[in-house]
């Protein structure tokens, strides 16, 4: 049973298969890849708000820019030297994309989906607004390729510091105003939103000021 675990995380963690399947040249970065179409939209139907595809969705690299487009980097699985590792550095520090004074996005501002309903009770969620379980993944790796042997250590060195510090001080300033810890943080006033007193992933903020991360 180990054996076959082990084969299943080379597989998944196999840098070239993972590009020929999830990499974007055009966009330069890591897209999820499914059944997709561009033409949807929300429409009422007898009181009802439904999802309506204007077109058959085909099997294709989901052309939007999110923590998605993280997982690798995420995994570690990006070699140090790798000019990919460039390119992902430079998309979350990118303030017209996912970055900003709060902490990164969930989906790209650029993204036609950004902050957009999925349908009547699916929010914006994860369109948008800042999450602290995916923000401390993504700190995890800038602090591991920060300390690794590599051309791009010293950017990842600069990224994390100024990403931590977004984080913790809207955390604190959050927690000061409100007294709580929130489920998720609005993505352009850093207001807390969702679930108040979420001792959940967001209490993850505590390991990030102590700066513990896991080990892959």
């Known amino acids: 049973m180990e054996e076959d ?41 007898y009181g009802e708000i439904v999802r309506v595809a204007d077109e058959e969705p085909e099997l294709r690299k989901v052309p939007h820019v999110g923590y998605v487009s993280f997982f690798p980097f995420m995994s570690k699985i990006i070699p140090p030297e790798s000019q990919i590792l460039e390119q992902q550095l430079d998309l979350i520090s990118d303030e017209n994309i996912v970055w900003s004074d709060y902490g990164l996005l969930s989906l790209a501002k650029t993204s036609s989906l950004y902050m957009k309903w999925n349908s009547l009770h699916q929010p914006t969620y994860w369109r948008g607004p800042i999450w602290m379980n995916m923000n401390y993944l993504i700190l995890s790796s800038l602090n ?36 709580y810890i929130w489920e998720h943080y609005n993505q352009t006033e850093g207001t807390g939103e969702g679930g108040r007193d979420f001792t959940g992933w967001s209490s993850l903020i505590l390991l990030i000021m102590s700066e513990q991360y896991p080990r892959l």
């Open 5 to 45: 675990y082990s084969d299943i995380a080379d597989k998944l963690s196999n840098f070239d298969d993972l590009n020929k399947m999830h990499y974007d040249n055009d966009l330069e970065t890591y897209l999820d890849f499914g059944n997709h179409t561009e033409k949807v939209r929300l429409v009422c139907d």
């Open 144 to 179: 591991h390729y920060s300390k690794v042997n590599g051309p791009y250590s010293n950017k990842a060195r600069d990224i994390y510091e100024k990403l931590r510090s977004n984080l913790i001080s809207n955390v604190v300033r959050n927690y000061a105003e409100t007294g």
